[in-house]
C-alpha cells in the first residue's frame, strides 16, 4: 500500500525554526515527486510546490518561494518542509502527497498541524 | 497564480444528483485535461476522487462523475448520501510556475 506519514502536531513561538517531516513507503519513492500543501484555518487548499527526491529538484509556487524550504532524505525515503523563522500566520494544517506529471495529488499523508503562537 | 471558483456551498437530499462547477482560465482548466476533484472530511486526508477530468481511481464509488466544457470543469455525484457531505475541491494543472492551482472549495451539506 502507497502511504505518507507526517510527523506530529507542532506548537511553536513567532521566530522559531521548524522541519516536519513526511514518510514514504509503498513505492519507489525517488521517482514520484512530493508535493505541499496549507490549509490554514476555515480556509482553502493551497499549493505550495514540489519536490524530487530524485534528484532534489525543487518547484515553489510563488506565493511560498522564499518562506520555506523543501527538502529530502533519499536514504529514509522522507520528505522535508521547513521554516527558517515561524510567524502566526503560518499556522495551519500541512499536507504532503504524491504528485503526478498531470497535476493528479495522490496519496495524501494525514497532515501535521502547526501552530505558532507567543 | 489565481484559484479556480467554486462556488461556497450547496446542499441536496439523499437520493438525488448534484453538480459541482470548478471554473478556470484558458492557462488551466481550458487547456489541459488535468483536472483532480478532492473529497476532504474535516480531520481526514483529502481523497482522489477524479483525475484527468474523468478518470475514477479504484475504489471510487461510480456515483462520482467529471467533465469539462471549455474553461469550466464538473463534478457530478449522483444517489447522494449522508456520508458524501464534505468539502469538494477540484485542481487544474497550469501553465503557471506554480504547476497546480486549486478552487477554492465547495461545502456540501446533505439534508
Known amino acids: 500500500e502507497v502511504q505518507l506519514v507526517q510527523s506530529g502536531a507542532e506548537v511553536k513561538k513567532p521566530g522559531e525554526p521548524l522541519k516536519i517531516s513526511c514518510k514514504g513507503s509503498?513505492?519507489?519513492?525517488?521517482?514520484?515527486?512530493i508535493g505541499w500543501v496549507r490549509q490554514m484555518p476555515g480556509k482553502g487548499l493551497e499549493w505550495m510546490g514540489i519536490i524530487y527526491p530524485g534528484d532534489s529538484g525543487t518547484r515553489y509556487s510563488p506565493s511560498f518561494q522564499g518562506q520555506v524550504t523543501f527538502s529530502v532524505d533519499k536514504s529514509i525515503s522522507t520528505a522535508y518542509l521547513q521554516w527558517s523563522g515561524l510567524k502566526a500566520s503560518d499556522t495551519a494544517m500541512y499536507y504532503c502527497a504524491r504528485y503526478s506529471s498531470s497535476g493528479k495529488v495522490d496519496p495524501w499523508g494525514q497532515g501535521t498541524l502547526v501552530t505558532v503562537s507567543s | 497564480q489565481s484559484a479556480l471558483t467554486q462556488p461556497a456551498s450547496v446542499s441536496g437530499s439523499p437520493g438525488q444528483s448534484i453538480t459541482f462547477s470548478c471554473a478556470g482560465t484558458s492557462s488551466d482548466v481550458g487547456d489541459y485535461n488535468y483536472v483532480s476533484w478532492y473529497q476532504h472530511h474535516p480531520g481526514k486526508a483529502p481523497k482522489l476522487m477524479i483525475y484527468d477530468v474523468s478518470n475514477r481511481p479504484s475504489g471510487v464509488s461510480n456515483r462520482f462523475s467529471g467533465s469539462k466544457s471549455g474553461n469550466t470543469a464538473s463534478l457530478t455525484i449522483s444517489g447522494l448520501r449522508a456520508e458524501d457531505e464534505a468539502d469538494y475541491y477540484c485542481?487544474?494543472?497550469?501553465?503557471?510556475?506554480?504547476?497546480?492551482?486549486f478552487g477554492g472549495g465547495t461545502k456540501l451539506t446533505v439534508l
Open positions: 485542481s487544474s494543472y497550469t501553465s503557471s510556475r506554480a504547476l497546480v492551482v
Open positions: 509503498g513505492y519507489s519513492f525517488t521517482t514520484y515527486w
